[in-house]
C-alpha cells in the first residue's frame, strides 16, 4: 500500500498541533483526518477509517487512555502513537499497558514522529510495550525536573549525546545544574555501569590539579616507587568530568586539548604513555 492509500487520524485539542501535523503528513503523501475530540476519533475508528492514530492524552471530552481500550477492541491492529505534555514515567507506562505503539513527550519532535508514524504504517506493533517502558526506565534515570520547551531539549539533546564517545561541554551561569546533566550523560551513555568521577578545578592548586588529573610516581626510572592513579585513569571506561574548567591554568588547559583531541597523555612524572 503506498502513502496515498494510507490515512491518518490526528486528535489533539489544540488546533496548531492538528494543523501543523495535518500539513506535514499531508506533504508526505498521506491522507489526514484531524479532530479536537476523543469521541469523532473513536467514531472514525469504529466505522474502519484510518491506518494510524496519532493523539494526545488529554481530551476535552475524554482521557485517551480511557478510549485505547476500544480502540484496541474494536481495531486490534491499528498502532497508535500517544502524545502527551504530562512527561512522566506513569504516562510512558500508561501508554504501554493501554497498547500504544509509541509514546512522545511535548513539545514533540516532528522529525522523530514521522519516522515513528512511517515505521507504525510498515508493519506491526511489535514489541511496543517494552519501547515504552525503556523510554519511561531513560526518563526516570534523568535526575531533573522540568516540563518547559528549553528542559525538554535539553533531555533529548542528553539522549542523542550520551551513547556517544565525544567530549562534552557542558555551559551555563553556576547553579543551574551542569552537574545533574554530566550525571544524567553518563547514566544514558554505554559507559553507565562504569565510574564517574568528578573534579572541580576551582578547588585545587595548579600543581596538585595536574597531579589529580594525571597521577604522580615518585621515582618513575627506578621501580614507580609510591605510584598515584590519576583520574583519568580512575575514570577508566567511565567518565570524567572536569568543573569549572575556565579556571584551570592555561598550560594545563592545553595539555588536557592534546589529551581530548588524540585520547593518549604521558602521566606525571613518568615516561609510560596511558590511553583514555
Known sequence: MNAAAKKILIADDDASIRLVLSQAFTRLGYQVRATGNATTLLKWVSEGEGDLVVTDVVMPDENVFEVLPRIRKARPGLPVIVMSAQNTVLTAVSAAETGAYDYLPKPFDLDRLITLAEQALAGPAEGAKDR??????????????????????????????????????????????????????????????????????????????????????????????????????????????????????????????RVLEDGSYRRVGSVKECRV
Do not use: W, Y
Request: hydrophobic share 40%; with cysteine; net charge negative.
Open 132 to 257: 515504552a517502558r525503556a523510554r519511561a526506565e531513560r526518563d526516570e534515570a534523568l535526575p531533573m525536573i522540568g516540563r518547559s520547551p528549553a528542559m525538554q531539549e535539553v533531555c533529548r539533546l542528553i539522549e542523542r549525546a550520551g551513547p556517544t564517545d565525544k567530549a562534552i561541554l557542558i555551559q551555563g551561569e553556576s547553579g543551574t545544574g551542569k552537574e545533574l546533566v554530566a550525571r544524567a550523560l553518563h547514566r544514558v551513555s554505554r559507559r553507565a555501569d562504569k565510574p564517574l568521577v568528578v573534579i572541580n578545578c576551582a578547588a585545587l592548586p595548579e600543581t596538585l590539579l595536574e597531579s589529580e588529573l594525571f597521577g604522580h610516581e615518585k621515582g618513575a626510572f627506578t621501580g614507580a616507587v609510591g605510584a598515584k592513579q590519576g583520574l583519568f585513569e580512575l575514570a577508566d571506561g567511565g567518565t570524567l568530568m572536569i568543573d569549572e574548567i575556565g579556571e584551570m591554568p592555561g598550560p594545563l588547559q592545553a595539555k588536557l586539548l
